[in-house]
């Protein structure tokens, strides 16, 4: 997303325009839902916190400082509302036991992308949620070390400390899930 679209988006929503909502839906949808699942690790309560996170988005975008990342914001939003999900499931439902999630394979990726994406969606489930989404954040999205701060709200030394130890972790699980012969 470009800062300017994300601002017209925001300007757009405050003016409580309709077809923006659609549009940040669309937009914003998979993006808000792969949050989710990285934390809750199944399909429909990811879809349940997603729905939850686009409301609070929709509801506190007023409370959004335009100078800011629109992005990081909902980022933010939809990782405190799974966390919220999974806090509240601890009670009643164990999610280790809960059945494996279903991988919807898109007839335009190749078997190659799905299996590696498969591959590495496995391999994170060996860390918490909360390693999950940092190793996610910085090596996957790309994500600097000053937006995982932000986005998490933990220190730079925790976030050092958690990819140090999520690193030794997957390494020890990586060989299962990839092939390395070449």
């Not at 800011?68 to 999900?85: G, H, L, P, V």
Request: hydrophobic share 35%; charged share 30%.
């Amino acid at each position: 997303m470009n800062f300017d679209f994300d601002e017209n988006l925001v300007r757009l929503l405050l003016a409580g325009d309709r077809k923006t909502i659609s549009s940040f839906v669309d937009t914003y949808g998979q993006f808000i839902f792969n949050v989710c699942y990285k934390i809750l690790l199944h399909n429909q309560l990811a879809e349940e916190a997603t729905q939850d996170s686009i409301m609070k988005v929709l509801k506190s975008v007023d409370n959004f400082d335009i100078k800011s990342s629109f992005k990081a914001w909902c980022y933010t939003i939809a990782y405190r509302t799974a966390i919220d999900t999974k806090r509240k499931l601890k009670s009643h439902v164990d999610l280790s036991t809960s059945p494996e999630p279903v991988y919807d394979k898109k007839a335009d990726y190749n078997i190659n992308e799905d299996e590696t994406k498969e591959g590495i969606n496995s391999l994170l489930k060996h860390l918490d949620e909360e390693s999950r989404v940092i190793v996610s954040l910085f090596y996957l999205e790309e994500r600097s070390i000053k937006e995982v701060l932000d986005i998490t709200g933990l220190t730079e030394s925790n976030v050092k400390i958690k990819l140090f130890r999520a690193r030794k972790e997957l390494a020890k699980h990586a060989n299962k899930y990839f092939d390395n012969s070449h």
